[in-house]
Protein backbone atom coordinates (compact mmCIF):
# COMPACT_ATOMS: atom_id res chain seq x y z
CA UNK A 1 0.00 0.00 0.00
CA UNK A 2 1.27 3.14 -0.58
CA UNK A 3 1.56 5.70 1.57
CA UNK A 4 1.02 9.70 1.32
CA UNK A 5 2.09 13.00 3.30
CA UNK A 6 0.73 16.31 2.86
CA UNK A 7 2.41 19.95 3.11
CA UNK A 8 1.42 23.40 2.38
CA UNK A 9 -1.58 23.71 4.88
CA UNK A 10 -1.69 27.36 7.05
CA UNK A 11 -4.00 30.26 7.61
CA UNK A 12 -4.51 32.83 5.27
CA UNK A 13 -6.58 35.86 4.50
CA UNK A 14 -9.52 35.79 2.13
CA UNK A 15 -8.35 35.96 -1.89
CA UNK A 16 -4.81 34.55 -0.85
CA UNK A 17 -3.38 31.31 -2.26
CA UNK A 18 -2.12 28.18 -0.96
CA UNK A 19 -0.17 25.59 -2.52
CA UNK A 20 -0.31 22.41 -1.08
CA UNK A 21 2.14 19.17 -2.07
CA UNK A 22 1.54 15.30 -1.84
CA UNK A 23 4.64 13.11 -1.76
CA UNK A 24 3.61 9.81 -2.36
CA UNK A 25 5.53 6.17 -2.21
CA UNK A 26 5.44 2.53 -2.66
CA UNK A 27 3.90 3.38 -5.79
CA UNK A 28 4.51 5.27 -9.31
CA UNK A 29 1.48 8.11 -9.59
CA UNK A 30 3.02 7.64 -13.54
CA UNK A 31 0.04 4.28 -13.06
CA UNK A 32 -2.02 5.61 -10.29
CA UNK A 33 -4.58 8.25 -10.32
CA UNK A 34 -4.32 11.09 -7.24
CA UNK A 35 -7.13 12.83 -6.03
CA UNK A 36 -7.37 15.92 -3.08
CA UNK A 37 -10.35 15.92 -0.85
CA UNK A 38 -11.08 18.12 1.75
CA UNK A 39 -13.53 17.25 5.31
CA UNK A 40 -14.72 19.71 7.76
CA UNK A 41 -14.95 18.44 10.82
CA UNK A 42 -19.07 16.77 11.37
CA UNK A 43 -18.79 16.67 7.25
CA UNK A 44 -18.57 14.36 5.32
CA UNK A 45 -15.33 13.71 3.30
CA UNK A 46 -15.79 15.46 -0.12
CA UNK A 47 -13.93 15.50 -3.81
CA UNK A 48 -11.66 18.11 -4.73
CA UNK A 49 -9.89 17.30 -8.03
CA UNK A 50 -8.07 14.12 -9.67
CA UNK A 51 -5.27 13.69 -11.93
CA UNK A 52 -4.87 10.64 -14.24
CA UNK A 53 -1.81 8.48 -13.90
CA UNK A 54 -0.70 10.39 -17.35
CA UNK A 55 -1.67 13.57 -16.18
CA UNK A 56 -3.79 13.87 -19.64
CA UNK A 57 -7.10 13.97 -17.67
CA UNK A 58 -8.03 16.13 -14.61
CA UNK A 59 -11.53 16.62 -13.02
CA UNK A 60 -12.60 19.42 -10.45
CA UNK A 61 -15.58 19.42 -8.02
CA UNK A 62 -17.77 22.50 -8.95
CA UNK A 63 -16.90 24.64 -5.90
CA UNK A 64 -12.81 25.25 -7.17
CA UNK A 65 -13.08 25.06 -10.64
CA UNK A 66 -11.60 28.19 -11.98
CA UNK A 67 -9.98 28.52 -8.55
CA UNK A 68 -7.65 25.39 -8.34
CA UNK A 69 -4.96 24.08 -10.23
CA UNK A 70 -3.93 20.22 -9.81
CA UNK A 71 -0.73 19.00 -10.98
CA UNK A 72 1.79 16.21 -10.81
CA UNK A 73 5.74 15.80 -10.85
CA UNK A 74 6.43 12.06 -12.01
CA UNK A 75 9.66 12.34 -11.26
CA UNK A 76 9.44 12.88 -7.91
CA UNK A 77 6.42 11.31 -7.18
CA UNK A 78 4.67 14.08 -6.11
CA UNK A 79 0.95 15.95 -6.78
CA UNK A 80 0.15 19.28 -6.04
CA UNK A 81 -2.98 21.63 -5.50
CA UNK A 82 -2.64 25.24 -6.37
CA UNK A 83 -5.61 26.85 -4.78
CA UNK A 84 -6.33 30.38 -5.42
CA UNK A 85 -8.80 33.13 -4.60
CA UNK A 86 -9.74 31.14 -1.52
CA UNK A 87 -12.79 32.04 0.53
CA UNK A 88 -13.87 31.34 3.94
CA UNK A 89 -15.71 28.25 2.74
CA UNK A 90 -12.49 26.47 1.56
CA UNK A 91 -11.57 25.95 5.48
CA UNK A 92 -10.53 22.49 5.62
CA UNK A 93 -8.32 19.63 6.60
CA UNK A 94 -6.90 18.41 2.82
CA UNK A 95 -6.13 15.17 2.08
CA UNK A 96 -4.27 13.69 -1.05
CA UNK A 97 -5.03 10.02 -1.73
CA UNK A 98 -4.53 7.40 -4.18
CA UNK A 99 -6.70 5.28 -6.48
CA UNK A 100 -4.89 2.08 -7.70
CA UNK A 101 -6.56 2.15 -11.45
CA UNK A 102 -5.30 4.76 -14.11
CA UNK A 103 -8.64 6.31 -14.56
CA UNK A 104 -10.89 9.00 -12.89
CA UNK A 105 -12.16 8.54 -9.54
CA UNK A 106 -14.09 10.89 -7.44
CA UNK A 107 -15.37 8.89 -4.75
CA UNK A 108 -14.03 8.50 -1.55
CA UNK A 109 -14.65 5.13 -1.45
CA UNK A 110 -12.23 4.44 -4.54
CA UNK A 111 -9.11 5.39 -3.47
CA UNK A 112 -7.32 2.96 -0.97
CA UNK A 113 -4.78 4.55 0.28
CA UNK A 114 -4.69 8.30 2.34
CA UNK A 115 -2.42 10.52 3.95
CA UNK A 116 -3.17 12.70 7.00
CA UNK A 117 -4.15 15.68 6.47
CA UNK A 118 -2.99 18.99 5.85
CA UNK A 119 -5.26 21.66 7.92
CA UNK A 120 -5.88 25.12 5.50
CA UNK A 121 -7.97 27.82 7.22
CA UNK A 122 -8.87 30.93 5.16
CA UNK A 123 -9.89 34.25 7.49
CA UNK A 124 -12.42 36.47 6.14
Known amino acids: QAQLVESGGGLVQAGGSLRLSCVVSGRPISIATVGWFRQIPGNEREFVAVIDGSGTSIRYAAPVKGRFAISKDNAKNMVYLQMNSLKPEDTAVYYC?????????????????WGQGTEVTISS
Open 97 to 113: ALHPGITIAVGVEDYNS
